[in-house]
């Protein structure tokens, strides 16, 4: 700084450090140019539990699929899953949970996948395309690929079972 001032110096220019500012100067300035016909947010629910508030039909289109995005995870922090069923209108429900047991990331996968397809069922879908990013679970799941881990052969069972709800069911692979 001191090369700075002997510097601006020579053209008869002082340099003065800046003072620091409140954080109560900034409020006071804020404050005092409040808008007059400002409201606040009003940022009151009635009911905290809903996410969602939407009506269905109970005709489902023939030829028409819901669809169902899932996704989980699994790493030292914890285990997540989640879904999201899509109408169609283009209505979104999202579905989340946290695992409180360990497990691989596909047994993951896999939870995520039960727990929107159960979603699904307890809609009375009854035709879904299933979306997800990993390989191993849509495959399996389609008959292309054999499970030979015996942590995923029940889960496999399992969404077997489920998907005979179902009038027609579509498993679906999107890469990351």
């Not at 289109?61 to 989980?72: A, I, P, S, V």
């Amino acid at each position: 700084m001191a090369r700075w001032q002997i510097l601006l110096f020579e053209f008869d220019i002082v340099y003065v450090n800046q003072k620091a500012v409140k954080g109560s100067a900034i409020a006071d300035f804020l404050a005092s140019r409040a808008l007059e016909d400002y409201e606040p947010l009003n940022f009151d629910f009635p009911n905290e539990d809903l996410m969602y508030v939407a009506t269905t039909k109970e005709d489902h289109q023939e030829g028409h699929y819901w669809k169902l995005n899932f996704d989980g995870a699994s790493n030292a922090v914890g285990n997540g899953i989640g879904a999201v069923l899509v109408s169609l209108d283009g209505d979104h429900y999202p579905f989340t949970s946290k695992l409180d047991f360990n497990c691989t990331n596909n047994m993951a996968e896999y939870e995520a996948c039960i727990m929107g397809i159960r979603a699904a069922i307890e809609c009375k879908i009854k035709a879904l395309e299933v979306y997800g990013d990993s390989a191993l679970v849509i495959y399996q799941l389609k008959g292309e690929w054999e499970t030979r881990d015996p942590k995923l052969i029940n889960y496999r069972n399992l969404v077997l079972e489920l998907i005979q709800e179902f009038d027609d069911i579509v498993f679906c692979y999107l890469p990351r």
